[in-house]
């Protein structure tokens, strides 16, 4: 076991878990931040996407112990109000089904409009790739980031 | 408007009462119709214990209506939809209505089930008259307080008004009078060509509460002394356990306890939801998931054979010798298929495939329990909480009154969750513990322990004459576990000489429903036969198609009554997709175009599909889909189910395949299970429904089945090849 103090959403929490413990984990169960869903475990669904810095992180597999000082952002943290325009585009475009997966969507979908304000439909494909939707809303979520990406631009 | 009565002989579909604190409460019959004459007679024949005030509608002081919905929530939406129902007939803003999850009740629900796309079907009736009938009593109310006629009292957005003193008030200020009413014997419902809600599209009422990651689904359960369950189960079906070294993992960090444990005793009352129980695994609890997962890894187990222990390609034989083979009686057979092949013109032969499929919920199977002498309280995502409710209180030896089942939000159901055999494994297990657990699945136990879509095989075999008319068409299909052919849907009824067969391959890896059962793999396989055959007769296939339809509808051949779909819907979506596809022009230039239509759920779906293929792979640009459900509650997240289904079909087609060898499945995470992605999904679709005011039907499943026929035939155009065996793009299917 080891204390770790994370800066997490823009506050410092300390755990006291195993070096090995993923990120989602120390999430989920020792700082009870639910929002980040576990899928598969082994980073293929993207259901566990966080921020580590600016970049969406598969949390599921990144141990607690490589986390340092970088800055956690997961998707409570992602706005105050709910109002980030990934958010606001998913609500206006009514995106979700079930809604298990959609925290890691729009997680991995507001880290690429921060590193591509506009992307191309290939560049959103490629993005959100690794994140599966068994519900099948692969289409509105590439409809809603388009009207995120132009929300942000005007 | 439409004069409905609210009680028949001495069946009431409609009971008020006083709400404690002020406002009324309005029981009514979920499932009952009291609409038509036939639908009253079949009421009357109903069991009495089928006929049982199960729904109810609150109106609080304030005007806010409450339903208490049986009905859990699995991405379905009926959240919304079931609010927007009553709302209507209510005549209240929707945005007043709310859907309260009623814990399991079986007092006061009956058949507390999501499965089969029924919940707006049946629902549809009972939540109308409840709304008409609280409407009207506050009208009355109103008009007593008021001394005024109540035929003179309109009402608008929750609100009561008469037009000639100028009085007006809130539902809320007339709830508690009106609960002290007579139920009146008929209400008016509305014609649905003046529904103002219904038809319009809402949002999802959970949508901020999803975007938000807010706690809701069972994964996220949380309570005060809960500890973390997980259980290691047989590698492989047909084996059970036979030791294990439990007090080794005993001393890992955060491991309270580790025991072999039997889920199911003998003599145990199962459900058919516990159809693909194990009876005996080993159980570890821990503090945390992650300490949970790495005891999991570590625990020495051995395992003994107890059943055959079965590969894909015992299964593929086995089914190939069942389609060559079997002997078993027609389940319809009508005019003589034989003699027809033997003077037919030209005969066409094809057999398709498909493998076993994982349901794949993206949140894996998980229940909380908390067990102790005094009562059981379980709370988690299922489909089917009556049942687990039965099964509980005969493997806790508990009588039922002390079982209380609360349902969360579910990251998907796809049918997995109707066979609750994880929660009994969770109660089981905190029992033993006496302490709160949550049981959690790995992905790799979710997709090795499943109650799979069963691997299947279907022969076609149809006679054109020398005009190009379908002569004959007979149809031999088996599955494992599943005899799959429905014998009574098309082309039933449209061929004169018609023959059905079904046959079904016991097995022991487990099988049941995943979304849209059988036809998930039937619609496919049909509708490319159908491609095959229009073909041969040369003829285009939507013609083709339309000239079966206008046989069933003009001359039927049989009792039309058999069949059990309507020609004239089914002919309707399949015109109304021609126009809008732009059929005539074909696709655009470079692009390859297929069609396909299927009826389940009481639903009829046509879908024309353009694509190309790139890179060894269908790039499929756009899917036309056109569908006759009904009236629709919600267009917008209506549109958004039949786009699910539409990726969910193409990418289970085109990827996805579980198959196994000696018993154990040779993919348990998505590493090596291929799920259908962003990138691979359509570009486009266009969802168009048809407009005719009918009671609305099934929308949760009904575009998966087609778009596969659709897929293949379009696949077809593109490469000259058919495609007979599902997956069309996967892994290559491991043989022998």
């Not at chain 2, 309270?256 to 459900?271: H, K, L």
């Not at chain 2, 470079?590 to 396909?596: C, D, I, K, P």
Request: proline share 5%; aromatic share 8%; with cysteine.
């Amino acid at each position: 076991m080891a204390v770790y103090n994370l800066k997490i959403n823009g506050t410092r929490m300390e755990v006291d878990v195993d070096p090995s413990t993923p990120l989602l984990w120390v999430l989920r169960d020792h700082l009870k931040l639910v929002g980040t869903k576990y899928g598969c475990g082994i980073a293929q669904c993207g259901a566990c996407t966080v921020h580590l810095g600016d970049t969406a992180m598969r949390s599921c597999s990144l141990p607690v112990s490589s986390v340092g000082n970088q800055e956690v952002t997961t998707i409570e943290g992602l706005s105050e109000n709910g109002d980030h325009p990934v958010q606001k585009a998913w609500l206006e475009v009514d995106v979700p089904q079930c809604g298990y997966c959609q925290a890691g969507q729009i997680m991995s979908a507001a880290a690429l409009l921060k590193s591509n304000p506009s992307p191309s439909d290939a560049d959103i494909e490629s993005a959100m790739n690794g994140n599966i939707c068994r519900c099948g809303t692969y289409v509105r979520i590439k409809k809603a980031i388009k009207m995120a990406a132009e929300e942000q631009a005007s | 408007m439409t004069l409905v009565k609210t009680s028949i002989g001495r069946r009431s579909f409609i009971k008020s009462s006083a709400l404690a604190g002020g406002g009324m409460v309005l029981g009514f019959s979920w499932l009952a119709s009291c609409k038509d004459q036939a639908a009253m007679e079949a009421a009357l024949a109903m069991p009495d214990e089928w006929f049982e005030i199960n729904g109810f509608l609150k109106i609080g002081d304030n005007g806010l209506v409450t339903i208490m919905s049986p009905n859990p929530e699995i991405g379905q939406n009926v959240k919304t939809a079931m609010p927007m129902i009553v709302a209507d007939e209510l005549d209240t803003a929707w945005k007043d209505v709310i859907v309260e999850q009623a814990p399991l009740n079986t007092d006061i629900f009956t058949r507390q089930l999501a499965g089969g796309s029924q919940s707006i079907r049946q629902g549809w009736e009972g939540l109308r008259l409840a709304g008409a009938t609280a409407r009207q009593m506050l009208r009355e109310a109103a008009a007593q307080a008021w001394g005024v006629a109540a035929a003179e009292i309109t009402t608008s957005a929750g609100m009561l008004h008469h037009e000639a003193s100028g009085k007006s008030a809130g539902y809320g200020e007339m709830a508690s009078a009106a609960a002290a009413l007579e139920v009146p014997e008929e209400v008016e419902m509305k014609d649905p060509k003046d529904f103002s809600i219904i038809g319009t599209d809402q949002k999802n009422v959970d949508g901020k509460k999803i975007v938000t990651g807010q706690p809701l689904f069972g994964l996220d359960v949380n309570r005060d002394g809960m500890l973390i369950a997980m259980i290691v189960h047989p590698p492989a079906f047909g084996m059970k356990l036979k030791s294990a070294d439990t007090e080794s993992v005993k001393s890992m960090p955060g491991i309270r306890d580790a025991f072999p444990i039997v889920v199911y005793p003998e003599g145990a009352e199962r459900q058919w939801s516990d159809g693909g129980a194990i009876p005996e695994m080993v159980a570890i609890v821990g503090e945390s998931t992650w300490q949970c997962m790495q005891a999991k890894k570590a625990l020495q187990a051995e395992w003994e054979a107890d059943g055959d222990l079965e590969s894909t390609a015992y299964h593929e034989e086995a089914l190939n010798k069942m389609l060559d083979t079997a002997q078993d009686a027609p389940a319809r057979n009508d005019g003589n298929v034989e003699q027809a092949f033997a003077r037919a013109a030209k005969v066409v032969e094809s057999t398709y495939s498909a493998p076993y499929l994982a349901h794949n919920t993206m949140e894996p199977m998980n229940f909380f329990a908390h067990v102790t002498p005094e009562k059981a309280e379980l709370l988690g995502p299922i489909q089917t909480p009556e049942f687990l409710e039965n099964t509980l209180a005969s493997v806790l030896q508990m009588p039922k009154e002390k079982i209380d089942i609360m349902m969360t939000r579910m990251g998907g159901g796809f049918g997995r969750r109707l066979y609750g055999t994880f929660a009994v494994e969770a109660a089981m297990i905190s029992q033993k513990m006496q302490a709160p657990v949550k049981l959690v699945y790995t992905r790799e136990d979710d997709m090795s322990q499943g109650t799979y879509r069963p691997s299947y095989k279907i022969r076609y075999k149809a006679g054109l004459d020398a005009d190009g008319n379908l002569i004959a068409w007979h149809v031999r299909g088996a599955g494992t576990n599943d005899d799959l052919v429905f014998e009574n849907r098309f082309p039933a009824g449209a061929v004169d000489n018609y023959r059905a067969e079904k046959h079904a391959l016991p097995t022991d890896v487990t099988t049941g429903a995943w979304r849209a059962p059988r036809s998930n793999f039937i619609a496919g396989a049909e509708q490319a036969f159908m491609d095959e055959v229009a073909e041969a007769a040369g003829k285009d296939p939507i013609e083709f198609r339309l000239a079966l339809f206008d046989r069933a509808i003009s001359y039927p051949v049989g009792d039309p009554e058999k069949n059990d779909y309507d020609p004239e819907r089914y002919a309707g979506v399949l015109k109304l997709v021609r126009e809008k596809s732009n059929w005539e022009a074909g696709p655009p230039s470079g692009q390859s175009r297929g069609v396909a239509a299927y009826f389940c759920h009481n639903s009829y779906v046509a879908q024309v599909l353009d694509l190309t293929v790139e890179a060894n792979a269908p790039k499929v640009h756009k899917v036309y889909c056109a569908v006759d459900c009904g009236i629709v509650i919600n267009p917008l997240s209506a549109k958004n189910q039949v786009e699910g289904g539409i990726v969910d079909g193409i990418g289970h087609a085109t990827y996805s395949a579980l198959t196994f060898r000696d018993g154990r499945p040779e993919q348990t995470n998505f590493d090596k299970y291929r799920l259908i992605r962003n990138s691979e999904a359509p570009k486009s679709i266009e969802t168009y429904f048809v407009d005719n005011g009918i009671d609305p039907t099934g929308l949760g499943e009904p575009s998966l089945p087609p778009v596969q026929g659709a897929l293949a035939n379009a696949l077809y155009r593109a490469t000259g090849n058919r495609y007979y065996e599902q997956p069309f793009f996967g892994e290559r299917r491991i043989i022998g």
